[in-house]
């Protein structure tokens, strides 16, 4: 299953504004969004700038699963999936954080399947 696929699935089920899988420099590997207009690599890009500043405040405790931001307009989370790869999910501001970081718990699997 294509990865636009397993973002589009991750997207509707938290009736999201998109979901962009990231390589580990940031790169855009493939995205979905609901939101015209949407800047949706640009917004990925800065995204994986902090996870990786956060992975390198806790490197000598525990390992990062999800970061969750919220700002006045929206929801989004950032986690890693495995080789440096992550995905960020972006959320309408009322979608509450625990219910986007558990679908995107469970479409990990799918994306690390299709990943190889």
Do not use: C, W
């Amino acid at each position: 299953m294509p990865f636009k696929t397993i973002l589009r699935k991750l997207t509707k089920s938290i009736d999201g504004y998109g979901a962009i899988l990231l390589d580990e420099e940031g790169e855009v590997v493939d995205m979905f969004s609901s939101e015209g207009g949407l800047e949706l690599d640009v917004i990925g890009a800065h995204k994986g700038i902090i996870l990786k500043m956060l992975e390198r405040a806790v490197k000598d405790t525990e390992s990062v699963h999800s970061i969750g931001i919220s700002t006045e307009k929206m929801k989004l989370t950032i986690s890693p999936i495995k080789e440096g790869y992550y995905v960020v999910v972006l959320s309408n501001e009322y979608t509450p954080l625990q219910r986007v970081i558990r679908e995107t718990s469970r479409y990990l699997k799918e994306l690390e399947e299709e990943m190889g």
